[in-house]
C-alpha cells in the first residue's frame, strides 16, 4: 500500500462479483492505501449507517462485510477501530443494535463501541461554528475526533426527505439529537451542507452492494448493486454514486447546494468503469408528508421542555402507532404460529393471544412481515414494504 495520501479527489469504483471483504481491501488501495488515512491516529472511528434496524441484505444499512474488511485494514496500521453510530432520532439505540447484532460482530472482530450521549451532554462533544454555514451556524461534533481518523461508510440508497442519503448526509448520525433537530428545522439540504464545512471525513467508502432505491432509506426498493465506491473528498464520491445509479445530482437538493456553493470538484475515476449499474427511480416528494415530518422537529422544542430527558415528540407519535411504517396483525389470517415472536428480536412486541403489536418497543424492523407463512401481517403507514 502507499505510504503516501494521494489527490484527496480521487474517487475509486470497484464491484463487489469477489466479495465484499475482497472488495473494500481492493478499493481502499486504489485510493491510496490506509495507512494514508490512518497518518500516525491510534484510533479510526468508523460510522456506519445503522438509522434502524433493518439489515443491510434490504439495502438500509451498512454491510458488516465492510466494517470488518475496514476494520482489518486500520488495525493492519497500528490503530485501534471503534464504531459509532446513533440511529434517527425516532429508533432506540440500543434496540438497533441488538435487532442487527451489532455487539456480537464487533466483538468477534475486535471493534470498540463508542456510546455517547445522544443528547448532547458535554462530555462528549465540542462545539463548532464553521466559517461560511448559511443555516447549521454552530453544532457540535465529537470531541474525540481531535485525535481519531473518520472513516465514513454510508450506504448507497434514496431517502424520502432528503432524495439520496450518501457521504455528505452520513456524518448526521454522529451528531447529537438536538444539532439533527435543528438541521430539520433549519432546513436540511443546506444544514447537511454546512456540516460538511466541518466535518471531513478521512476516507469515504459508499456501501453500494446492495443499495435501495424509491423511497428509502428503509423500506424502498432493494437494489442489488454490487459496487463500492471510495474516495477522500464526499462531494466527489457523491457525485460518482450519482453516476453510477444514472441521478443528475443537480435533482438532489444538496448536492445541488454544495455545487453552488462549494463548487465542482476536480475529480479523477479510478479502478473499473460501471457505467450506469441501475437507474434510480428517486423518492416522490409528498408535500403534505414532508410538510407533517418537518413540523415534528419545531414542535420538539418545546415538547422536551415537559418531557423526560431522551424522549423527543417524534418517538411519542411512532409509539402510538398512529403514525408511522408500522405491522399490524390479521386475526383472520393468523394461525397463532408463533413465527413472528421468534423472528422479532426484541422482548414484549407481538401478543399473540390478542394478536397486538405494542408500538411503544417494536422498532420496525419488519422482520414479522418477512417472516410471517400465513402472510396474516400488513404493513401500514408512509411508503415501504409491499402489501
Known amino acids: 500500500?502507499?505510504?503516501?495520501?494521494?489527490?484527496?479527489?480521487?474517487?475509486?469504483?470497484?464491484?463487489?462479483?469477489?466479495?465484499?471483504?475482497?472488495?473494500?481491501?481492493?478499493?481502499?488501495?486504489?485510493?491510496?492505501?490506509?495507512?494514508?488515512?490512518?497518518?500516525?491516529?491510534?484510533?479510526?472511528?468508523?460510522?456506519?449507517?445503522?438509522?434502524?434496524?433493518?439489515?443491510?441484505?434490504?439495502?438500509?444499512?451498512?454491510?458488516?462485510?465492510?466494517?470488518?474488511?475496514?476494520?482489518?485494514?486500520?488495525?493492519?496500521?497500528?490503530?485501534?477501530?471503534?464504531?459509532?453510530?446513533?440511529?434517527?432520532?425516532?429508533?432506540?439505540?440500543?434496540?438497533?443494535?441488538?435487532?442487527?447484532?451489532?455487539e456480537k460482530f464487533c466483538a468477534e472482530n475486535d471493534i470498540h463501541i463508542l456510546r455517547?450521549?445522544?443528547?448532547?451532554?458535554?462530555?462528549?462533544?465540542?462545539?463548532?461554528?464553521?466559517?461560511?454555514?448559511?443555516?447549521?451556524?454552530?453544532?457540535?461534533?465529537?470531541?474525540?475526533?481531535?485525535?481519531?481518523?473518520?472513516?465514513?461508510?454510508?450506504?448507497?440508497?434514496?431517502?424520502?426527505?432528503?432524495?439520496?442519503?450518501?457521504?455528505?448526509?452520513?456524518?448526521?448520525?454522529?451528531?447529537?439529537?438536538?444539532?439533527?433537530?435543528?438541521?430539520?428545522?433549519f432546513g436540511i439540504d443546506q444544514s447537511i451542507v454546512d456540516m460538511n464545512l466541518a466535518i471531513k471525513p478521512d476516507l469515504n467508502i459508499v456501501d453500494g452492494s446492495v443499495g435501495q432505491d424509491g423511497e428509502g432509506p428503509l423500506y424502498g426498493d432493494k437494489a442489488n448493486l454490487q459496487v463500492l465506491i471510495a474516495g477522500h473528498d464526499s462531494l466527489a464520491v457523491d457525485l460518482a454514486c450519482c453516476d453510477v445509479v444514472g441521478v443528475n445530482p443537480r435533482h438532489i437538493p444538496h448536492l445541488k447546494l454544495a455545487l453552488q456553493q462549494l463548487g465542482m470538484p476536480s475529480w479523477q475515476r479510478v479502478g473499473e468503469d460501471v457505467g450506469i449499474i441501475k437507474k434510480f427511480r428517486l423518492p416522490v416528494q409528498k408535500g403534505l408528508y414532508k410538510f407533517v415530518f418537518w413540523m415534528m422537529y419545531p414542535l420538539d422544542y418545546p415538547y422536551t421542555w415537559i418531557a423526560e430527558r431522551g424522549k423527543h415528540l417524534c418517538t411519542t407519535l411512532y409509539g402510538t402507532g398512529l403514525v408511522g411504517t408500522r405491522p399490524k396483525i390479521h386475526e383472520d389470517k393468523c394461525t397463532h404460529c408463533g413465527t413472528c415472536v421468534e423472528a422479532c428480536p426484541l422482548p414484549d412486541v407481538i401478543d399473540l393471544k390478542t394478536l397486538k403489536v405494542n408500538y411503544k418497543t417494536c422498532q420496525r424492523c419488519l422482520l414479522c412481515y418477512e417472516a410471517c407463512p400465513e402472510n396474516a401481517i400488513s404493513v401500514k403507514g408512509y411508503s415501504g414494504a409491499r402489501q
Open 116 to 185: 455517547v450521549d445522544p443528547e448532547g451532554g458535554t462530555g462528549d462533544w465540542m462545539e463548532v461554528q464553521p466559517a461560511g454555514a448559511k443555516k447549521l451556524r454552530k453544532f457540535h461534533i465529537l470531541r474525540i475526533l481531535q485525535e481519531a481518523r473518520l472513516i465514513n461508510l454510508p450506504v448507497l440508497k434514496t431517502h424520502v426527505v432528503s432524495t439520496m442519503t450518501l457521504s455528505m448526509k452520513n456524518p448526521m448520525g454522529i451528531l447529537p439529537r438536538p444539532d439533527r433537530r435543528s438541521m430539520h428545522t
Open 1 to 102: 500500500m502507499l505510504a503516501t495520501r494521494p489527490d484527496t479527489n480521487t474517487v475509486a469504483v470497484t464491484r463487489t462479483f469477489d466479495g465484499i471483504e475482497q472488495a473494500t481491501h481492493r478499493v481502499i488501495e486504489q485510493v491510496g492505501g490506509m495507512e494514508a488515512v490512518i497518518r500516525g491516529a491510534k484510533m479510526a472511528i468508523l460510522k456506519p449507517n445503522f438509522v434502524a434496524g433493518r439489515n443491510a441484505a434490504s439495502g438500509s444499512t451498512t454491510s458488516f462485510a465492510l466494517l470488518k474488511a475496514v476494520a482489518e485494514e486500520v488495525r493492519s496500521c497500528g490503530a485501534q477501530p471503534v464504531l459509532c453510530e446513533t440511529p434517527g432520532t425516532e429508533f432506540d439505540r440500543e434496540a438497533t443494535y441488538t435487532i442487527l447484532g451489532v
